[in-house]
């Protein structure tokens, strides 16, 4: 078979060696230069492999005819035209939640304790000479509220109990009691139990996708839902919250703080009220970008592009728009 590697910006390595390392010779594998014309490129190409779904339609019209499998290395479709590649003929395939659930997962972990810990304003004392201030928080005895539970949640729960803190989760899927257990939550609700969430949560962590229904789920009204002391936690994607609220929130005390990996607009402003407050933790949409989720969803692609030379069905197909 033969594989064409779509990279990503200026971040290709290590997506497409450990994508390489997983195909193991197995399929020729060419990387896609920018710098040259786009049709040359995909002729003939079987897979395409598309790291993070940047793919554009002119790229899905030059694949148009021979591509047997679009293969997107990454979770959230919302910078892809997927209802066009579906027009196209073309059969479309992501690596879902659970190729990236550790990663997020810990990264929520880090958010919360810089938040809990005051991460900035002890930096700075600690250059300034200003010692034994401020007062931190423990996560102890907090509550996190879910708003989502799928891989990634599902992860956190099991990282955030050991840590002594109590877990409730809302989602549109019901989950089995067992799961429930295991993962020590103690309260699962439908979408429609979201003020409650909101209400008895002290961190509020977001793992759902990026849909015309999650589109800035978080808005005024949910902030005035939060604690005044509670935080909001983002690893999932920038537009599920209404950032302008969010900004309003922070500066009149609404909410204590928040730990933001994703952001509306990417790159974020430099000027952005949110890069100025102490009490936001920034980072620069990385909380999935670990060796362990490129080689899962390295291996992922490739197992897709031996089912395709097998003539098997393909793995976490994407079938529909969202």
């Known amino acids: 078979m033969r594989a064409l590697f779509i990279g990503f910006s200026d971040i290709v390595h290590p997506w497409y060696d450990d994508f390489l390392e997983a195909v193991g ?27 993070g779904g940047w793919g554009t339609r002119a790229m899905i019209d030059a694949a148009n005819g021979s591509a047997k499998l679009w293969q997107v290395i990454g979770t959230g479709l919302d910078h892809l035209d997927v209802g066009y590649i579906l027009s196209r003929g073309i059969p479309l395939a992501n690596t879902p939640g659970a190729f990236s659930a550790i990663a997020l997962a810990e990264h929520a972990i880090f958010l919360m304790l810089c938040l809990s810990k005051s991460l900035y304003v002890s930096v700075k004392n600690a250059r300034t000479g200003n010692f ?72 509020v962590s977001l793992h759902v996708p990026l849909t015309s229904k999650t589109r800035h789920l978080i808005g005024r009204h949910a902030f005035e839902a939060m604690k005044p002391s509670a935080c909001l936690i983002n690893v999932a994607r920038g537009e599920i919250v209404e950032e302008s609220a969010l900004i309003e929130a922070l500066k009149a005390g609404r909410i204590r703080g928040a730990g933001l990996d994703v952001f509306g607009q990417e790159p974020l402003d430099p000027a952005n009220p949110l890069l100025q407050m102490d009490n936001v933790i920034a980072t620069p949409h990385i909380a999935g970008s670990t060796r362990g989720t490129s080689r899962r969803r390295g291996r992922a692609a490739a197992e897709n592009i031996d089912r395709i030379a097998q003539n098997l069905p393909v793995l976490h197909q994407v079938v529909a728009a969202e």
Do not use: C, W
């Open 25 to 51: 010779g197995r399929h020729e594998v060419t990387l896609f230069n920018h710098d040259q014309p786009v049709a040359a490129q995909f002729k003939n190409i079987d897979v395409v492999v598309d790291q």
């Open 132 to 203: 034994h201030k401020p007062m931190n928080e423990e996560l102890e005895g907090n509550t996190l509220g879910l708003v989502g539970f799928g891989a990634s949640a599902r992860e956190l729960a099991r990282r955030a109990s050991p840590l002594g803190m109590r877990v409730m989760a809302i989602d549109a899927v019901p989950a089995p009691k067992s799961a429930l257990d295991e993962l020590r939550v103690e309260f699962l609700g439908g979408p429609e139990q979201l003020d409650r969430l909101l209400a008895a949560s002290d961190y």
